[in-house]
């Protein structure tokens, strides 16, 4: 009896070895002996199919973002290689580690024009954190470790495996499947600010007079709520978030502003981006959407930068001091400096300006949630998903109609990743797909899909997918037929001009149905709860397609359209 394993059965192994339990993909000829791997060995993983390459990243990127372990997905050569990628680009760019493992045309082929060639290496190279196409069998479990551990360690981010045809066939020694444990969560190996960053970014913070805090997805990424929450509670600090950074801190700590910036922020929330004399960037890279394109803070302001990427450290803003480290293990030594010091009895008045900001900017919300007009208005959607879904519900959202609404007004009752988005490209038809890995990963919790009509119409194919999942999924659709982001934009920018944005009403509660959703379609401002409320408690997948305010009519919480 050989002692020996194939390519194929290596790949699978060394993903058992880093305890990866799910894997999101699509089929094709050039994996079939990774499928049959999949099939024979007893590994624990389970593979769940999907319609598009694409929504196999999504899957993997959500999944990666409720549990904090890394996200893989997989496709076949050529066109599979080229659908995958644009999820690998978004969870880089997000700090998501997300691997795809694309099955490739056998070496041997290479340059003699086989159907499906394409140099998938060259292709993911600019767009990942960590990319290669393995060329020998013996190298596929180095080159596993070598991903997983690029993918978890200082910012994380996406990575690609190609794994040709014919070396899956090829023998890899069984004495070469281990892995380091450490490394299939993330971040792994966290490493420290160097000693006394903390104590100046500390000695700054306490010298200002009218200090924000605001926080990117990095707080959440390194787990330090709670860090954070001892910290601002502690000084009385006013705490702002970008959307990646919901769940920094629970929206219902008094500290908390919510989000500032032209995408979810509002007017009485950029008032305390424009009040601050010192802003603390934390884990927050100052990009265009957070400061509304560097409106605020104003060139020249007093900043104090945390973050684990020192790229990001002075990209933007020149910054006072900047604390290179893991987010939590800075807050940790920031809250230590804090216990040591005998003057630590600053107060900021937090509390009172975060209640301030909230009471005016929902005064405003609760006009608009409260009337009866039609087509229905998206604040009356938000308002009612508020009342009816339990703390623990999980909220994916497309990054068009509904972001900003929910970003704005669904006030998260919990520290932690309860709200997703794909903010950093912002592609349509994340949320449908992203959702299934949500579920996947956090299978207790409610989960609940956000998107616009334009969106729905990207993946509504994986339908069928949650349905063969059984997953009870509630899908809500805003249709206002068209491309509303692009709509309001066209209106602002281009004195309403519209070209091209718009398309037919489609009955997505119809199309829902084919696939075997439990669906609805509100039409009146009354029937809202009633529906909503029976959909989210229906056991199995459900939609309801509400016939909502178009964007460029509405009250949209966006300061700027162009991002």
Avoid at 38 to 57: F, K
Avoid at 74 to 85: F, K, N, R, V
Avoid at 108 to 128: H, I, N, W
Avoid at 517 to 541: I, N, Q, Y
């Amino acid at each position: 009896m050989s002692n020996r394993m194939n390519g194929a059965a290596a790949m699978v192994r060394m993903l058992q070895a880093h305890d990866v339990k799910h894997v999101f993909g699509l089929c094709g000829d050039t994996s079939l002996p990774l499928y049959d791997a999949m099939l024979q060995l007893d590994h624990g993983i389970t593979h769940v199919l999907t319609r598009d390459e694409r929504s196999a990243t999504y899957m993997a990127d959500a999944y990666a973002r409720v549990t904090g372990k890394v996200g893989v997905c997989e496709g076949p050569s050529g066109g599979g290689a080229t659908y995958i990628l644009p999820g690998l680009i978004e969870a880089g760019e997000s700090s998501i580690p997300v691997l795809a493992i694309t099955t490739d045309i056998s070496v041997s082929t290479y340059g003699k024009f086989p159907l499906t060639e394409v140099d998938q290496e060259a292709m993911m190279r600019p767009l990942t954190k960590w990319n290669t196409v393995i060329r020998k069998a013996e190298h596929i479990p180095r080159m596993m470790r070598a991903a997983f551990r690029a993918m978890t360690t200082g910012r994380p981010g996406s990575a690609h495996l190609g794994l040709p045809y014919d070396i899956q066939y090829d023998d890899v020694d069984p004495a070469d499947i281990w892995a380091d444990p450490r490394l299939g969560r993330y971040p792994a190996y966290p490493q420290a600010p160097e000693p006394g960053a903390a104590e100046a970014a500390l000695d700054a913070i306490l010298s200002a007079k009218r200090p924000l805090i605001v926080c990117g997805g990095g707080v959440v990424i390194a787990g330090a709520m709670a860090a954070l929450e001892r910290f601002a509670n502690r000084l009385d600090i006013p705490v702002a978030t970008s959307i990646s950074g919901q769940g920094s801190l629970a929206e219902t700590n008094p500290v908390c502003v919510g989000v500032v910036g032209s995408n979810g922020g509002t007017d009485e929330t950029w008032e305390a981006m424009t009040s601050a004399d010192l802003v603390v960037f934390m884990g927050c890279r100052a990009g265009s959407t957070t400061t509304a394109r560097w409106e605020a803070p104003d060139p020249g302001s007093r900043i104090v930068h945390f973050d684990s990427d020192p790229m990001v450290l002075g990209a933007n803003y020149q910054a006072e001091v900047a604390v290179l480290g893991d987010l939590r293990l800075a807050l940790d030594q920031l809250n230590a400096a804090l216990d040591a010091r005998e003057d630590a009895s600053a107060r900021f008045r937090g509390a009172e300006i975060a209640s301030d900001i909230r009471r005016r900017k929902f005064e405003a919300f609760m006009r608009h949630a409260e009337t009866n007009e039609t087509p229905l208005r998206p604040e009356r959607v938000v308002a009612t998903l508020q009342k009816i879904l339990p703390e623990t519900a999980t909220l994916v959202s497309d990054p068009g109609t509904t972001c900003p609404y929910f970003s704005a007004y669904f006030t998260l009752p919990r520290p932690g990743r309860h709200f997703i988005t794909n903010r950093a490209h912002g592609a349509l038809g994340y949320s449908l797909s992203a959702s299934l890995g949500a579920w996947y990963g956090r299978p207790d919790s409610k989960v609940v899909a956000l998107m616009g009509d334009g969106s729905f119409g990207f993946t509504a194919g994986e339908l069928e997918t949650i349905c063969r999942a059984r997953a009870p999924i509630t899908f809500v659709v805003m249709s206002n037929s068209a491309y509303g982001w692009i709509k309001a934009s066209q209106k602002a920018d281009k004195g309403a001009r519209y070209y091209n944005v718009d398309f037919g009403r489609t009955d997505h509660a119809a199309v829902a149905a084919a696939y075997g959703v439990k669906s609805w379609r509100v039409e009146r401002p009354e029937d809202l709860e009633r529906v909503l409320r029976e959909a989210v408690e229906t056991d199995g997948p459900t939609l309801v397609d509400i016939i909502a305010q178009p964007l460029e009519e509405a009250a949209a919480p966006v300061r700027r359209w162009m991002g």
